[in-house]
Nanobody
Framework: QVRLVESGGGSVQAGGSLVLSCAASGDMDDRNHMGWFRQAPGKEREGVAG????????YVAESVRGRFTISQDKAKNTVSLKMNSLEPEDTAMYYC????????????????????WGQGIQVTVSS
């Protein structure tokens, strides 16, 4: 079984930066790709960024492209989301997710392509 544990959330002022980390364990075949999602109250859960672990292919949602970066540390079995120039609209619960297979491009941001989820971690950006 795959276990995902998020860390690094908190509160920051607009324009600031924050790094979220996801520690992963379990069968590597079950976490061939990983991603970050977020959900604000009253809104749908949306994909923010995804990564295919063996090739290090990444895709970032247009809404945060240029500000957010997803990366992995293979030695530590972690996936990070570096968030720069944060805006109040970025305020949400952020979730780490993992799955067995997904095509590249925007499809890696679909919830249907993930089987495992972390508990979520809050990010709050104030103006």
């Amino acid at each position: 079984q795959v276990r995902l544990v998020e860390s690094g959330g908190g509160s920051v002022q607009a324009g600031g930066s924050l790094v979220l980390s996801c520690a992963a364990s379990g069968d590597m075949d079950d976490r061939n790709h990983m991603g970050w999602f977020r959900q604000a109250p009253g809104k749908e859960r949306e994909g923010v960024a995804g990564i295919i672990m063996p090739t290090n292919y990444t895709y970032v949602a247009e809404s945060v492209r240029g500000r957010f970066t997803i990366s992995q540390d293979k030695a530590k079995n972690t996936v990070s989301l570096k968030m720069n120039s944060l805006e109040p609209e970025d305020t949400a619960m952020y979730y780490c997710a993992a799955g067995r297979i997904s095509p590249g491009g925007p499809w890696i941001l679909l919830r249907e392509n993930y089987n495992y989820w972390g508990q979520g971690i809050q990010v709050t950006v104030s103006s």
